[in-house]
Structure formats: structure tokens, C-alpha cells
């Protein structure tokens, strides 16, 4: 079965410092994975996605997230936090074939102090 | 702009009280989810039309109940809600994903007070 694990259910860091959040997935085929981010009362945002061809992967507002197989890891980054942006990120694994099921992990929220 | 769209956005109901929940959708997906979302908790599929055909999580409640009259709109019927039911409800779509895996669009989504 396919699972997602997200260390660290919040995460500080000071503006301009580095930002990352860890991700590890468990899959028994190639993986789907996506990062998204979520403001508050808002929905979901795509940040990026991996499906298998570069493993470092860029996204939106300056985030990537290197696809490391070994590690099972699938962690996001970014060189230097913005105040906006605090928001709660959500790592997922997709079930390849079939219909697009997402299973997501448990949530880091991101607290940015100036 | 091409987008998912929720209303209303923030809903209040009574205990036992139906309640119905709208997205509409102007990216011509063809893949509709619905998903409920705790406080401080990660979405939780509860189930998703591909074209018409209807497809249920098998943990979703019977409670919980959809209709997708065309493409471009989906319902989250609530029959009895209940207090654990109030959450945030997520629509979401994406392209066709026989093939391919493609990201799901996510809408605003819908706060779901129940008194």
C-alpha cells in the first residue's frame, strides 16, 4: 500500500532563512508525487510534481523538491523564506494507473518569523 | 481564467438538516473528487465521478451522498448531518487519468458549520 509520511507537523523559520520539509513515501511501483500548499480557508495549490522524469523537480513561488529513490524521500525546499509563505503544505503520493487517487500526508504547518 | 469554483463558501446547518454542497468546474475535467478535510487534518477522499460513472470510497458513509447532472457541475448531498460532519469540503478535478497521472485543481472549498 501506498503511504505518505511528513516529518514534522510544524516547522519555524526566521525570513530569508532556508525552508524544508521533509516527505517520505512508501510505494511498491514508481511513484506520482506532488507537494501542495494550502492558506488558510483556502483550498489546495500545486507547488510541483514528479512523475518520473527529472528528479529535481522546480515549482511555483521558488519551491523544489528533489526525487531521491534510495531515501524514499521527496523532500521540498526553498533557498530563502517569505513571510507569505505561512501556510500548511501537504505532500501526496498517487496511485499510478487507474483514476488519479491522492493519498496525502498528515501536514506541516510553516510558521515564518521576521 | 479557467478555475473550480464552490458555493457557497461558508455553510451553516441544523443537526439532521440536509445540506447541499455545489462545485463547478470551467477546465472541462472530466474527473470530479470530493473530499473532506477535519481541522488540522489532511483531505480525505470520499469518493469521485470519472465521466458519470460514480465511484465511493469504501469508508465513506452512507450519509454522504453526489450527483454530477453534466461536466461541469458536481453535488455533495449530505443527508443527516451530523456535529462530526462539520469540516471543510474540497472539490477538486483533473484531466483523465487512465494513462496518465495529472494533478487534481482544487476549489476553495465550502466550511460546513452543523448546530
Known amino acids: 500500500a501506498q503511504s505518505v509520511t511528513q516529518l514534522g507537523s510544524h516547522v519555524s523559520v526566521s525570513e530569508g532563512a532556508l525552508v524544508l520539509l521533509r516527505c517520505n513515501y512508501s510505494s511498491s511501483v514508481p511513484p506520482y508525487l506532488f507537494w501542495y500548499v494550502q492558506y488558510p480557508n483556502q483550498g489546495l495549490q500545486l507547488l510541483l510534481k514528479?512523475?518520473?522524469?527529472?528528479?529535481l523537480v522546480k515549482g511555483i513561488n521558488g519551491f523544489e523538491a528533489e526525487f531521491k529513490k534510495s531515501e524514499t524521500s521527496f523532500h521540498l525546499t526553498k533557498p530563502s523564506a517569505h513571510m507569505s509563505d505561512a501556510a500548511e503544505y501537504f505532500c501526496a503520493v498517487s496511485l499510478s494507473g487507474g483514476y488519479n487517487k491522492l493519498i496525502f500526508g498528515a501536514g506541516t504547518r510553516l510558521a515564518v518569523h521576521p | 481564467d479557467a478555475m473550480v469554483i464552490q458555493n457557497p463558501r461558508y455553510q451553516v446547518t441544523q443537526f439532521g438538516k440536509p445540506v447541499t454542497l455545489s462545485c463547478s468546474q470551467t477546465l472541462n475535467h472530466n474527473v470530479m473528487y470530493w473530499y473532506q478535510q477535519k481541522s488540522s487534518q489532511a483531505p480525505k477522499l470520499l469518493f469521485h465521478?470519472?465521466?458519470?460513472?460514480?465511484?465511493n470510497e469504501a469508508d465513506t458513509p452512507d450519509n454522504f451522498q453526489s450527483r454530477r447532472p453534466n461536466t461541469s457541475f458536481c453535488f455533495l448531498d449530505i443527508r443527516s448531518p451530523g456535529l462530526g460532519d462539520a469540516a471543510m469540503y474540497l472539490c477538486?478535478?483533473?484531466?483523465?487519468?487512465?494513462?496518465?497521472?495529472?494533478?487534481?485543481?482544487f476549489g476553495p472549498g465550502t466550511r460546513l458549520t452543523v448546530t
Open positions: 465521478y470519472y465521466d458519470k460513472d460514480f465511484n
Open positions: 514528479y512523475t518520473s522524469a527529472a528528479t
Open positions: 477538486a478535478t483533473s484531466r483523465d487519468t487512465i494513462t496518465v497521472v495529472n494533478e487534481q485543481y
